[in-house]
Nanobody, 115 residues
Framework: QVQLVESGGGLVRLGGSLTLSCEAS????????MNWYRQAPGKEREFVAY???????KYKDSVRGRFTISRDNSKNTMYLEMNNLTPEDTAVYYC?????????WGKGTLVTVSS
């Protein structure tokens, strides 16, 4: 059974940093591509970053250079390191993957950036 559990969110000041974790079970993170999405209050969920099984990464333009997606195969966990945070980064962050045309989502972790 595929399960995704996010953690690491919290309240941080403008310019601060946080690292989010997505602990996976029911599959092996190194074998699949995984994504981070976020949903700000009153807005639609949006793509943030992905990491492919081969290690290739891609980022939303507004986070490129500030966010880094990675994974630790030994812990079966994906990460999102976020630096130089701004209030526009305030959102619930979700990890996601698609297996056999089925989308799986965690419950999300809230990141709040104060100015």
């Amino acid at each position: 059974q595929v399960q995704l559990v996010e953690s690491g969110g919290g309240l941080v000041r403008l310019g601060g940093s946080l690292t989010l974790s997505c602990e996976a079970s029911g599959f092996t993170v190194s074998n699949v591509g995984m994504n981070w999405y976020r949903q700000a209050p009153g807005k639609e969920r949006e793509f943030v970053a992905y990491i492919r099984s081969g290690g290739a990464t891609k980022y939303k333009d507004s986070v490129r250079g500030r966010f880094t997606i990675s994974r630790d195969n030994s812990k079966n966990t994906m990460y999102l390191e976020m630096n130089n945070l701004t209030p526009e980064d305030t959102a619930v962050y979700y990890c996601n993957l698609n297996i056999d045309y089925t989308d799986y989502w965690g419950k999300g972790t809230l990141v709040t950036v104060s100015s």
